[in-house]
């Protein structure tokens, strides 16, 4: 691809991977150039800019790609290091944010997609596994403000994109996250008050329609 | 030498994960504490540090906990920062980590379905498995390490294909056949395993084939997880 200057982003609406990626820039005031894909019918730039695993978010920074999720979200913390710093300078600290981004990209997002696509016995198995998740996380929330204190940083980014997912969790699933972790709402609620978080966001219930898109794509009732 | 007696190190003997953190704090010249666990019984300590997932490795500095292999891999460089593993330049950081994830998420899997699994399923492992050490070997094209003259962060974490891989191979009886396929893959593991920190850290290599052999026999329901 071209050596162009400037920051572009291949993302798909919906995705918490790339909200990841838009939030952070949002944050660090980066201005960028959207690019929104057709997952079903993926451009040569998508396909050039991450060969081997052909998915969004790619940030693509004078030209040069960038690919995963939080790795994207570690590159834009290191290059544009002057302002809004979402990790924090202590190693030790570091490694925990890094730990919890982590748990979070293991647990969430696979735990929440068996919710929807799953009925009956595996989909309470699954309930009860995302239960377990937001209370291990509420536990690690406490009652700071943040994952990362007083400061938004990592983690919160790692996690706040899928609190437009709970509402489609929930329905799915029958069940309350402010009934089980009720610090995790909160804290959803302080970042929405955010704008990198409260522009990046979509609408749960437009998430849900999604979901209900995809179900009928897979044909699950 | 870094003399830290605050520096202690959860292992299992036969752990690629465990070994990879063993590397890094040898390469920075750390001197640290080394506790074998029994994960058929682990001890309390281990299960205090790591709560979340039970697991080796777990670093303990100065009593605190870090755990995950490629997490440790970061905190050491940053905290002691002789002889650096991780590049300066944001970018090659971001490549740095992209191939270490890509190893330890996608090539650990096709891995382990070709260790566990027999027949077709099997064969689409070790096809998968391919595919990716193509990209791997192309990525290793005109350099000797995947960090560049040197070992560094991204060889640490790709390490354990030079040695465990082969390991899987005899155990299961599979070939990924990297030898005749992947040519700068191959020279990368002859020099990798060279290499005088990797090469007197590592398991002896029959009895790590053995336990592996056993390991398969128990199957899927194996506790012993690794990070």
């Known amino acids: ?221 | 030498m870094v003399a830290s007696a605050a520096v202690r190190l959860f292992g299992m003997w036969a752990s690629p994960a465990v070994r990879r953190v063993e590397w890094a704090l040898k390469l920075k010249g750390i001197e640290y504490e080394y506790i074998e666990e029994d994960l058929s019984n682990k001890s309390s300590s281990l299960l205090e540090f790591n709560p979340i997932n039970k697991q080796v490795p777990v670093l303990v500095h100065n009593c605190n906990p870090i755990v995950e292999s490629l997490v440790i891999l970061e905190y050491i460089d940053e905290t002691w920062k002789e002889n650096p593993i991780l590049p300066v330049d944001p970018l090659e950081r971001a490549k740095a980590r992209f191939w270490a994830t890509f190893v330890d998420v996608k090539c650990r899997e096709e891995s382990r379905k070709a260790f566990f699994m027999e027949g077709e399923e099997k064969e689409k492992a070790i096809e998968n498995l391919q595919v990716q050490l193509k990209a791997l070997d192309e990525e290793l094209e005109g350099k000797k390490f995947f960090s560049g003259d040197h070992i560094g962060y991204t060889d640490l974490a790709v390490g354990w294909m030079a040695f465990w891989l082969g390991v899987a191979e005899e155990a299961a009886g599979f070939k990924a056949n990297y030898d005749v396929k992947f040519p700068n893959f191959s020279r990368w593991m002859k020099d990798f395993l060279a290499e005088p920190v990797i090469k007197d850290n590592l398991p002896p290599r029959e009895k790590t084939v053995e336990f592996f052999r056993a390991f398969k026999q128990l199957g899927s329901c194996t506790k012993v997880n690794q990070k």
Request: hydrophobic share 40%; glycine share 6%; proline share 5%.
């Open chain 1, 1 to 221: 691809m071209a050596s162009e200057k400037g920051v572009m982003l291949l993302d798909f609406w919906v995705s918490p991977f790339g909200q990841r990626a838009r939030i952070a820039l949002a944050e660090k005031g980066v201005e960028y150039e959207y690019k929104e894909e057709n997952l079903r019918d993926k451009s040569e730039l998508l396909l050039k800019s991450n060969p081997i695993h052909k998915k969004i978010p790619v940030l693509i920074h004078d030209g040069k790609p960038i690919c995963e999720s939080l790795i994207i979200v570690q590159y834009i913390d290191e290059t544009w290091s002057d302002k809004a710093p979402l990790l924090p300078s202590d190693p030790y600290q570091r490694a925990q944010a890094r730990f919890w981004a982590d748990f979070v990209d293991k647990k969430v997002f696979e735990c929440g997609g068996k919710l929807w696509k799953l009925k009956g016995e595996e989909q309470e198995a699954a309930k009860t596994e995302m239960i377990e998740i937001l209370q291990i996380l509420e536990a690690q929330l406490g009652d700071k403000k943040y994952f990362g204190g007083d400061i938004f940083g990592f983690v919160d980014v790692a996690f706040v994109p899928f609190t437009s997912w709970f509402y489609s969790y929930e329905t799915c699933a029958n069940f309350s996250v402010e009934e089980v972790a009720p610090k995790i709402v909160k804290w959803a609620k302080r970042c929405m008050e955010r704008e990198s978080v409260e522009k990046t966001l979509p609408d749960p219930k437009k998430v849900y329609e999604f979901v209900r898109y995809l179900k009928k794509r897979f044909g699950i009732e």
